[in-house]
Protein backbone atom coordinates (compact mmCIF):
# COMPACT_ATOMS: atom_id res chain seq x y z
CA UNK A 1 0.00 0.00 0.00
CA UNK A 2 0.84 3.50 -0.66
CA UNK A 3 -0.43 6.32 0.65
CA UNK A 4 -0.36 9.85 -0.89
CA UNK A 5 -0.84 13.62 0.21
CA UNK A 6 -0.86 16.26 -1.66
CA UNK A 7 -0.18 20.01 -0.63
CA UNK A 8 0.80 23.51 -2.30
CA UNK A 9 -2.21 24.29 -3.92
CA UNK A 10 -3.71 27.51 -3.32
CA UNK A 11 -5.05 30.91 -5.47
CA UNK A 12 -2.12 33.11 -7.92
CA UNK A 13 -2.38 35.41 -11.01
CA UNK A 14 -1.74 34.68 -14.25
CA UNK A 15 1.83 34.22 -14.66
CA UNK A 16 2.54 33.27 -11.48
CA UNK A 17 3.82 30.21 -9.88
CA UNK A 18 3.06 27.68 -7.84
CA UNK A 19 5.04 24.45 -6.39
CA UNK A 20 2.98 21.12 -5.75
CA UNK A 21 4.33 18.68 -3.21
CA UNK A 22 3.11 15.07 -2.61
CA UNK A 23 4.28 13.00 0.46
CA UNK A 24 4.52 8.98 -0.19
CA UNK A 25 4.20 7.06 2.49
CA UNK A 26 4.11 3.24 2.88
CA UNK A 27 5.77 0.91 0.11
CA UNK A 28 6.46 3.96 -2.05
CA UNK A 29 9.66 2.30 -3.38
CA UNK A 30 7.91 -0.43 -5.45
CA UNK A 31 6.51 2.34 -8.23
CA UNK A 32 7.56 2.38 -11.40
CA UNK A 33 5.33 5.78 -12.47
CA UNK A 34 4.81 8.79 -10.33
CA UNK A 35 2.39 11.49 -12.20
CA UNK A 36 0.28 14.51 -11.84
CA UNK A 37 -3.64 14.63 -13.18
CA UNK A 38 -5.84 17.28 -13.44
CA UNK A 39 -9.82 17.66 -13.03
CA UNK A 40 -11.27 21.41 -13.60
CA UNK A 41 -15.10 22.06 -12.76
CA UNK A 42 -17.35 20.07 -15.05
CA UNK A 43 -14.56 18.19 -17.08
CA UNK A 44 -13.01 14.79 -16.94
CA UNK A 45 -9.53 14.10 -14.87
CA UNK A 46 -6.97 14.62 -17.33
CA UNK A 47 -3.40 13.54 -17.36
CA UNK A 48 -0.67 16.87 -16.74
CA UNK A 49 3.14 14.87 -16.52
CA UNK A 50 4.30 11.94 -14.99
CA UNK A 51 8.10 10.40 -14.46
CA UNK A 52 9.41 6.65 -14.76
CA UNK A 53 11.68 6.06 -11.32
CA UNK A 54 13.44 3.59 -13.54
CA UNK A 55 14.63 5.15 -16.59
CA UNK A 56 14.25 8.97 -15.45
CA UNK A 57 11.59 9.47 -18.32
CA UNK A 58 9.27 12.05 -18.03
CA UNK A 59 5.95 13.00 -20.47
CA UNK A 60 3.82 16.44 -20.80
CA UNK A 61 0.93 16.91 -21.87
CA UNK A 62 1.60 19.46 -24.95
CA UNK A 63 -0.25 22.21 -23.02
CA UNK A 64 2.11 22.59 -19.98
CA UNK A 65 5.51 21.92 -21.79
CA UNK A 66 7.61 24.17 -20.78
CA UNK A 67 5.94 25.47 -18.09
CA UNK A 68 5.70 22.67 -15.47
CA UNK A 69 8.45 20.31 -14.15
CA UNK A 70 8.11 17.16 -12.48
CA UNK A 71 10.32 15.96 -10.15
CA UNK A 72 11.33 13.51 -7.26
CA UNK A 73 13.17 13.98 -3.86
CA UNK A 74 13.74 9.90 -3.05
CA UNK A 75 15.63 10.93 0.44
CA UNK A 76 12.43 12.95 0.90
CA UNK A 77 9.53 10.14 -0.55
CA UNK A 78 8.19 13.30 -2.08
CA UNK A 79 7.14 13.85 -5.70
CA UNK A 80 6.79 17.75 -6.74
CA UNK A 81 5.05 19.73 -9.45
CA UNK A 82 6.76 23.04 -10.21
CA UNK A 83 4.02 25.23 -12.18
CA UNK A 84 5.41 28.44 -14.00
CA UNK A 85 3.74 30.95 -16.00
CA UNK A 86 0.42 29.36 -14.63
CA UNK A 87 -2.90 30.64 -16.70
CA UNK A 88 -6.29 30.77 -15.64
CA UNK A 89 -7.23 27.37 -17.82
CA UNK A 90 -4.64 25.71 -15.34
CA UNK A 91 -7.26 25.91 -12.35
CA UNK A 92 -8.23 22.62 -11.33
CA UNK A 93 -7.84 20.41 -8.77
CA UNK A 94 -4.49 18.47 -8.82
CA UNK A 95 -4.09 14.99 -7.90
CA UNK A 96 -0.93 12.99 -7.34
CA UNK A 97 -0.73 9.28 -8.25
CA UNK A 98 1.61 6.30 -8.57
CA UNK A 99 1.71 3.05 -10.36
CA UNK A 100 3.36 -0.11 -8.88
CA UNK A 101 4.20 -1.48 -12.44
CA UNK A 102 5.48 -1.03 -15.46
CA UNK A 103 2.36 0.50 -17.49
CA UNK A 104 3.14 1.42 -21.43
CA UNK A 105 0.69 4.33 -21.12
CA UNK A 106 2.00 6.73 -18.59
CA UNK A 107 -0.47 9.18 -19.83
CA UNK A 108 -3.76 7.21 -18.73
CA UNK A 109 -4.45 7.02 -14.76
CA UNK A 110 -5.72 3.22 -16.04
CA UNK A 111 -2.27 2.03 -14.47
CA UNK A 112 -2.33 4.23 -11.13
CA UNK A 113 -3.82 2.57 -8.17
CA UNK A 114 -2.55 4.97 -5.70
CA UNK A 115 -4.56 8.59 -5.65
CA UNK A 116 -3.93 10.96 -3.19
CA UNK A 117 -7.12 13.42 -2.17
CA UNK A 118 -6.05 16.60 -4.64
CA UNK A 119 -5.62 19.84 -4.23
CA UNK A 120 -6.96 23.00 -5.57
CA UNK A 121 -5.25 25.29 -8.04
CA UNK A 122 -7.14 28.84 -8.82
CA UNK A 123 -5.16 31.16 -11.25
CA UNK A 124 -6.67 33.96 -11.50
CA UNK A 125 -6.85 36.23 -14.93
Known amino acids: QVQLVESGGGLVQAGGSLRLSCAASGRAFSTYFWGWFRQALGKEREFVTAINWISRATYYTDSVKGRFTISKDNAKNTLYLQMNSLKPEDTAVYYC??????????????????WGQGTQVTVSS
Open 97 to 114: AAAPRFTATPRSEVGYTY
